[in-house]
């Protein structure tokens, strides 16, 4: 009799994780600005577990090479009983590269003070995106400015995990300089200006060095060794062979997760 209650409750908590349900509310805005276009673009769309407390809470910044492209919630994103956020921020050349980084930080310090109104956790926040995004998760999480101005910590974020993110000045913000996007520079608009050896875990995702678009692998691996020459030690590279700039994403969610569940102390099928 006791050993077929345990199976009953083993069965019903089971069943309980599959039928766990979720919802999404889309077009929050997540801005004090009040200019036209920010009123218009400057919106989040929230997807979450229902009743659930204390979840991670993914923020995802879409890609477009900061000229185009809109907020997302990932399929691969859902349903691991996290809460996923995708954000827009203002698109170049309408704005400034200046504007769209406060844009980015003002949506991640919004997560940060109204997850648990959704069940996440302000502690286990991972900031992330591809391409642009990975760009502007790289920036947040390497100069602390961007997130202080909003009175949040650049450290207090649980991981930051961009897709492939350039990590010397984004090509589209050399373009608005009259620079072409095959003339590498770092200025403070990139992230390899900003290296630091005290910030939060730091993950490091691109395509194939061979398909990537503009040595996006080589840059990101040059990060990765001025981070550990600097001291940091949870920066990680990976590099997915056969998968170029657009085709790395998928299985880049695979190691995303594996970070995840990783500082939860949980284990992904290889």
């Known amino acids: 009799m006791k050993r077929i209650s345990i199976i009953t409750l083993s069965l019903v908590m089971t069943l309980g994780i599959w039928a766990q349900g979720y919802k999404q509310v889309n077009d929050i805005s997540y801005t004090v600005k009040t200019d036209a276009y920010s009123k218009e673009r400057l919106k989040l769309d929230i997807y979450y577990p229902e009743n659930t407390k204390d979840a991670p809470v993914v923020v995802w910044f879409h ?4 000229e185009q492209g809109n907020k997302e919630i990932p399929a691969k994103l859902k349903e691991k009983g996290w809460v996923v956020i995708g954000a827009n921020y203002r698109l170049l050349p309408k704005v400034t590269v200046k504007e769209t980084l406060d844009d980015a930080a003002e949506a991640v310090a919004w997560v940060y003070k109204n997850c648990t109104k959704y069940g996440g956790d302000p502690k286990k926040i991972v900031v992330t995106g591809h391409s642009a ?3 502007l998760s790289m920036m947040l999480c390497l100069n602390k400015a961007w997130l202080g101005k909003y009175d949040t910590d650049a450290d207090s974020i649980w991981l930051y ?4 993110g350039q990590a010397i000045t984004h090509y ?8 072409g996007p095959l003339q590498p520079t770092i200025d403070e608009y990139a992230p390899l200006y900003w290296v630091r050896s005290d910030c939060p875990p ?18 990101n691996q040059y990060l990765a060794r001025m981070m550990k020459l600097a001291g940091h030690q949870q920066t ?10 657009g085709g790395m994403v998928e299985p880049g969610f695979h ?16």
């Open 255 to 270: 190691i995303l997760e594996t970070h995840i569940r990783s500082l939860l102390g949980q284990k992904v099928n290889p």
């Open 63 to 66: 890609g477009g090479g900061l």
């Open 133 to 135: 995004g990975g760009y």
């Open 161 to 164: 995990a961009p897709f492939s």
């Open 202 to 219: 730091f993950v490091l995702i691109c395509g194939d060095r061979e398909l990537e678009l503009f040595g996006r692998y080589d840059e």
């Open 172 to 179: 589209n913000v050399r373009k608005m300089q009259g620079i």
């Open 236 to 245: 990680y590279l990976y590099e997915l062979d056969g998968h170029g700039h």
